[in-house]
């Protein structure tokens, strides 16, 4: 009987066990500019002469770039203007259209197209504001049950060992 009840509690748990991402932790900032070492202290100029509270980063390759790109898909509150790598953002971009009010590609930027999309970044309102209650709330629960368990266990084998 012992045995039926661990292997279904095992069972319990590994249905219960959320999927893990191993994409990684974003730690970029959400209004950010893509930018290559040709072109990245220019745009920093730009932005820090007009003002533009902005993050510029210096990518080195198209697989860097790819890989920031892949955070907009969980990141709603993500916008990217891309100075460089225009190539990479539009094969993304063809891929995943749902980011496309949030992905500002440059090609041949000049300082003033560089300034308004810039710009345009900084001021973009997020419309697809996600409520993550519920998978708190679910969490919760499964942690709960799972608690619930193990204590109704523990207290069981204490009553068996008393009788």
């Not at 072109?39 to 993050?55: E, T």
């Not at 971009?93 to 041949?108: A, G, K, P, T, Y």
């Amino acid at each position: 009987m012992k045995k039926i009840l661990t292997i279904t509690l095992v069972f319990i748990l590994l249905f219960t066990l959320s999927g893990v991402s191993s994409h990684g932790v974003d730690v970029t900032n959400d209004k950010m500019v893509i930018a290559n070492d040709t072109n990245g202290q220019q745009i920093k100029d730009i932005a820090d002469g007009n003002g533009i509270n902005i993050s510029v980063y210096k990518f080195t390759s198209e697989d860097e770039v790819e890989h920031q790109l892949e955070h907009m898909l969980n990141n709603s509150n993500k916008v990217i203007v891309v100075a460089s790598y225009q190539d990479v953002a539009q094969k993304f971009l063809e891929s995943h259209s749902d980011v496309s009010n949030r992905l500002i590609i440059c090609d041949n930027p000049d300082e003033q197209m560089l300034k308004d999309a810039m710009v345009k970044a900084v001021n973009h309102e997020n419309t697809n504001v996600n409520n993550n209650s519920f998978p708190l709330l679910v969490s919760g629960v499964v942690i709960g049950i799972v608690l619930g368990i193990c204590a109704g266990v523990i207290v069981m084998k204490k009553k068996g060992k008393k009788e």
